[in-house]
């Protein structure tokens, strides 16, 4: 049953990720965290995390390893094969009437429809993320002596090397993690 689950579960978040990894990530979260309760949000961050980390779309890592927590290696497969089964799909559905009425103004329009609705949700996924990494809590239950003044640091300092010196963005999520442990270290969170 739960293999079952899991199949229906990323085929849903394969079939409506319209606009890749990001925009899929409030998808993500509604199925496995609100719904089926697979993960907390805490976990969700990490596996997102993660995902981001390792090579491949943040939607099929993140499909991996969410089948792997839930049902091992079976459940792994089963729900990487659930993400990428839409979209195989719908790519050769697509391709099919993309060639035959590419010229066609109608689907001209559709097509420049879509791209508010990809940045609403890329929009949400960031906020929904920043949130977590802030204040470790969700949107509706933001509280200012909450905040986590480190993770606030390490992004500002990431952000600022990434647009003044156009640093290799591995290099700076490696020295943000060094440094990270460092700070929550000596602040007293770890250990």
Same mark, same amino acid.
């Given at each position: 049953?739960?293999?079952?689950?899991?199949?229906?579960?990323?085929?849903?978040?394969? $079939?409506? *990720?319209?606009?890749?990894?990001?925009?899929?990530?409030?998808?993500?979260?509604?199925?496995?965290?609100?719904?089926?309760?697979?993960?907390? $949000?805490?976990?969700?961050?990490?596996?997102?995390?993660? *995902?981001?980390?390792?090579?491949?779309?943040?939607?099929?890592? *993140?499909?991996?390893?969410?089948?792997?927590?839930?049902?091992?290696?079976?459940?792994?497969?089963?729900?990487?094969?659930?993400?990428?089964?839409?979209?195989?799909?719908?790519?050769?559905?697509?391709?099919?009437?993309?060639?035959?009425?590419?010229?066609?103004?109608?689907?001209?329009?559709?097509?420049?429809? $879509?791209?508010?609705?990809?940045?609403?949700?890329?929009?949400?996924?960031?906020?929904?993320?920043?949130?977590?990494?802030?204040?470790?809590?969700?949107?509706?239950?933001?509280?200012?002596?909450?905040?986590?003044?480190?993770?606030?640091?390490?992004?500002?300092?990431?952000?600022?090397?990434?647009?003044?010196?156009?640093?290799?963005?591995?290099?700076?999520?490696?020295?943000?993690?060094?440094?990270?442990?460092?700070?929550?270290? $000596?602040?007293?969170?770890?250990?």
């Amino acid at each position: 049953m739960i293999y079952l689950e899991l199949l229906w579960s990323f085929f849903q978040i394969g $079939l409506f *990720s319209i606009g890749g990894g990001y925009a899929a990530m409030p998808i993500i979260q509604h199925q496995v965290v609100d719904l089926h309760g697979w993960l907390n $949000l805490t976990e969700f961050a990490d596996i997102i995390s993660i *995902s981001q980390m390792t090579p491949g779309p943040i939607a099929i890592n *993140s499909a991996t390893f969410v089948g792997m927590r839930i049902a091992g290696l079976a459940g792994a497969i089963v729900a990487t094969t659930g993400c990428v089964l839409p979209s195989c799909i719908i790519v050769v559905i697509l391709a099919r009437l993309y060639l035959k009425y590419k010229e066609m103004a109608l689907l001209k329009g559709i097509l420049k429809g $879509l791209r508010p609705a990809i940045i609403a949700l890329i929009a949400s996924a960031g906020v929904t993320i920043a949130v977590l990494a802030f204040w470790n809590t969700t949107v509706d239950a933001i509280r200012l002596a909450d905040t986590d003044g480190i993770a606030i640091f390490l992004f500002a300092a990431g952000l600022f090397v990434l647009r003044k010196w156009k640093a290799d963005p591995i290099y700076v999520m490696v020295a943000s993690g060094v440094a990270g442990l460092g700070l929550y270290a $000596l602040a007293g969170y770890l250990f």
